[in-house]
């Protein structure tokens, strides 16, 4: 079903600060920057061979980047692997069984299509899944 990591989400209180780790002393690209609204969150992409690092600031405290950095401090938030078929991919997950956030998927930074794993549904971790055309 899936196919790859198609990237790593970081929880960071600032894209500005840490972005000076990424790009300045580990010598990664700024592929480019995007506010998804509905998500109260700015990301910043880092492509790095197959996969991207992807960077996340909250926009708004009650959001559920603000909300992660205030229970859990800055860190790895995320990883969503790249499917070819997200609605399939839901549809099995759920014939399965398991526990999803996102019954149906919804807009990702970059024009992606992407849904969420219930984290109580993976061992405590986020799992997204993520489609691109
Ligand atoms: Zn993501």
Redesign the pocket.
């Known amino acids: 079903m899936v196919v790859k990591v198609?990237?790593i989400?970081i929880a960071v209180s600032s894209l500005e600060e840490s972005l000076k780790l990424y790009t300045d002393a580990l010598g990664m690209t700024l592929h480019g920057t995007e506010t998804v609204e509905e998500q109260k969150v700015k990301?910043a992409f880092l492509p790095l061979g197959e996969t991207e690092i992807?960077l996340?600031e909250s926009t708004a405290p009650d959001g559920p980047i603000g909300k992660f950095i205030e229970s859990r401090g800055q860190g790895i938030q995320?990883i969503?692997f790249r499917v070819d078929d997200i609605e399939a991919a839901l549809a099995e997950l759920k014939a399965k069984g398991i526990r999803l956030i996102d019954e149906k998927p919804r807009y990702?930074?970059g024009g992606a299509k992407?849904a969420f794993l219930h984290p109580k549904a993976t061992n405590g971790v986020l799992i997204?899944l993520?489609q691109r055309d």
Request: aromatic share 0%; charged share 25%; proline share 0%.
């Open positions: 198609d990237h989400g990301t992807e996340l995320h969503a990702g930074a992407i997204e993520c």
